[in-house]
C-alpha cells in the first residue's frame, strides 16, 4: 500500500471511530441508507414496516414507549440514528410518544395530505423512516409537538 492509499484509509477509520464514539447529540456526519423493499422487510417488523416504509400510524396508547421515563435518547428504529433526548419527551394526551424538540439535523419534514388538511411529516434523516408528525400545540419554549409512532422508535438508556 503506498503511503497516499494508507493515510487516507487511516483519515477514514479516524472518521468512523469519532462517529462511533460520538454522543447521540454530537454532531455527526449523517450517511444516507438505502434498501430495497426486501431488505427492509427483513429488517423490521411488519408493524414498524407499516409505519416507517408505507407512512402507516400505529394505533394510539399502543407503544410501550409512553410510559418510558428513563434518562436516554430515541433512536431511529430503522436505523439507530438517535432523534430525541429524554429531556425533550412529554405527556401530551395523544396516545403516542412526543417530544418538543428533536436533535438538530436528524429529521427532515415534508406536508402530508393524507386527510386532505396539510400536516408536516417528519423523517429520519438517515433512512428517511416516516416518524410522525409535527404540530404547533406543544408546550414551550418551542410549542412544538413532535407526536411519533411509537413503534418507529428505540429506546437506548442513558
Given at each position: 500500500m503506498k503511503r497516499r492509499e494508507f493515510v487516507i484509509v487511516l483519515g477514514g477509520l479516524f472518521a468512523l471511530s469519532r462517529a462511533a464514539m460520538a454522543g447521540p447529540e454530537d454532531a455527526i456526519a449523517i450517511e444516507k441508507i438505502a434498501l430495497s423493499k426486501e431488505e427492509w422487510k427483513k429488517r423490521l417488523s411488519p408493524e414498524a414496516y407499516s409505519v416507517l416504509r408505507e407512512e402507516g400510524t400505529e394505533r394510539a396508547g399502543s407503544s410501550p414507549l409512553n410510559a418510558e421515563k428513563r434518562k436516554g435518547h430515541y433512536a431511529c428504529a430503522g436505523c439507530d440514528l438517535p432523534l430525541f433526548m429524554s429531556d425533550k419527551k412529554y405527556e401530551?394526551?395523544?396516545?403516542?410518544?412526543s417530544f418538543w424538540a428533536p436533535i438538530e439535523g436528524r429529521l427532515g419534514t415534508k406536508t402530508d395530505?393524507?386527510?386532505i388538511y396539510p400536516r408536516t411529516e417528519y423523517h429520519c434523516t438517515r433512512c428517511g423512516g416516516h416518524q410522525g408528525h409535527v404540530f404547533d400545540d406543544g408546550p414551550k419554549p418551542t410549542n412544538k409537538r413532535y407526536c411519533n409512532n411509537g413503534?418507529?422508535?428505540?429506546f437506548v438508556p442513558a
Open positions: 401530551s394526551g395523544t396516545g403516542w410518544p395530505y393524507k386527510i413503534v418507529a422508535l428505540k
